[in-house]
């Protein structure tokens, strides 16, 4: 599968890849995190933690505050808490129909749009048919994740739209660890052992 440019995962690349905490994470910020990698390549990476909400914020709460009519429906719309770096920022991860001129394409199902147009889109109806509405991001310098990822700080899983998309935040990390095929109990956190 294509992603990003040329790359693709089995280029050591995750960009479209979940990214699983590990049971040991001590990081408070990432424990029992999922994260969708949006880019990932030779001068970093950068993705949306889309397994945990960004307090009480909703989108009639943000659309207020951008001067944006809410819309009727959607008004349980809830702001994910994307990652630590520029949590004032927001990103609109969202299925791969929708395009606009700063739309991100991660691969052919999914994209990453962060300009206040998508956000009008939403509000008249017309933006795209799934979405996750996120503040802030999680970020690594060159070369980081991938020294992160050796210390078996995380494991990584192909997508799937349902586990990106829905709302069940709280089942997100199990169902994906459980799509690897075992039991993360029996992982160790020490780098070279299982």
Known sequence: MKQNGNRDSRDGYLSGQLLIAMPSMQDTRFAR?????????????????????????????????????????????????????ETGRGFVLHSGEYQHESTLEVDDEVALTATVDILQDIAK???????????????????????????????????????????????????????????PTLLSGDAGHA
């Not at 001068?43 to 009519?69: C, F, K, S």
């Not at 109806?125 to 802030?136: E, I």
């Open 125 to 183: 109806g017309c933006g795209p048919r799934r979405s996750l509405l996120a503040l802030g991001y999680a970020g690594w310098g060159p070369g980081q994740l991938d020294t992160e990822i050796q210390a078996n700080g995380w494991l990584h899983v192909s997508p799937d739209e349902d586990l990106v998309f829905d709302a069940d935040l709280d089942g997100k990390w199990d169902r994906a660890i459980a799509k690897l095929g075992f039991d």
């Open 33 to 85: 995190t999922v994260i969708y990698m949006c880019a990932h390549n030779v001068e970093g990476a950068m993705g949306l933690v889309i397994n945990r909400l960004a307090g009480a914020v909703t989108l009639p709460d943000l659309l207020q505050q951008l001067g944006i009519d809410s819309p009727k429906e959607g008004t349980d719309t809830r702001i994910h808490f994307g990652g630590p770096v």
